[in-house]
């Protein structure tokens, strides 16, 4: 079955830490992105990465950090500089062509202890 | 600046009971308008995707439609298993989306 698979289902982050949520796919798709969703908000971009090494920050990346290494995988870092880090986040992929769709896992809810 | 506005926040509807809601966008070189199924604690759902206006889609009970500065999706004769949170996107030409705060819907049997 293709998709993408995103790991764990919940996560519990104490003050201080580092850590790390992941996204992987076998779409074959070229880009993926990284949302936060929280209460009553729409999605707002973290990082979005349209090729394998390369990526871009979206509107809200401060605390966090992303790397691209392969095309199946864009693992997301949440660093101790986010101060607020309690949310939802969604991982997505899509075709790189204009007009294709982007697709989305299951979401990864993060809880501060 | 791109962006897009979803109404209302939230419809209750009965069982039956047809209605529409409603995205209104601006965007740089529209690329594609999304529409989602959002279920409490999941992903989104890919529902449609629509290109140009005057292009419409349908799928079981749900219709969406186009204009050049906003869309609609029709829910006819909606069950209980249509509640979910609705969301809608646009896609520019730097291939950046932009979601819409969604619309939660609620069906009563």
């Known amino acids: 079955d293709g998709g993408i698979t995103q790991s764990p289902k919940y996560l519990f982050r104490k003050e201080g830490q580092n850590v790390t949520l992941s996204c992987e796919q076998n779409?074959?798709?070229?880009?993926m992105y990284w949302y936060r969703q929280d209460p009553g908000q729409g999605l707002r971009l973290i990082y979005y990465?349209?090729?394998?090494?390369?990526?871009q920050k979206g509107d809200i990346a401060e605390g966090y950090s992303v790397s691209r290494e392969k095309k199946e995988s864009f693992p997301l870092t949440v660093t101790s500089a986010q101060k607020n880090p309690t949310a939802f986040y969604l991982c997505a992929s899509s075709a790189a062509g204009a007009g294709e769709t982007q697709y989305f896992g299951p979401g990864t809810r993060l809880l501060v202890l | 600046e791109d962006q897009v506005t979803q109404s209302p926040e939230a419809l209750r509807l009965q069982e039956g009971e047809s209605s529409s809601l409603n995205c209104s966008y601006t965007?740089?070189?529209?690329?594609?308008l999304f529409w989602y199924r959002q279920d409490p604690g999941k992903g989104p759902e890919f529902l449609f995707t629509?290109?140009?206006a005057g292009e419409e889609k349908e799928k079981e009970r749900l219709k969406a439609t186009l204009t050049k500065k906003e869309s609609f999706l029709h829910i006819t004769a909606p069950k209980p298993e249509d509640s979910a949170t609705y969301l809608c996107?646009?896609?520019?030409?730097?291939?950046?989306?932009?979601f819409g705060s969604g619309t939660k819907l609620n069906v009563k049997p």
């Open positions: 965007v740089s070189g529209l690329r594609g």
């Open positions: 629509l290109y140009s």
């Open positions: 779409l074959n798709h070229d880009a």
């Open positions: 996107a646009v896609r520019n030409n730097f291939n950046k989306f932009y």
């Open positions: 990465s349209q090729i394998v090494n390369d990526f």
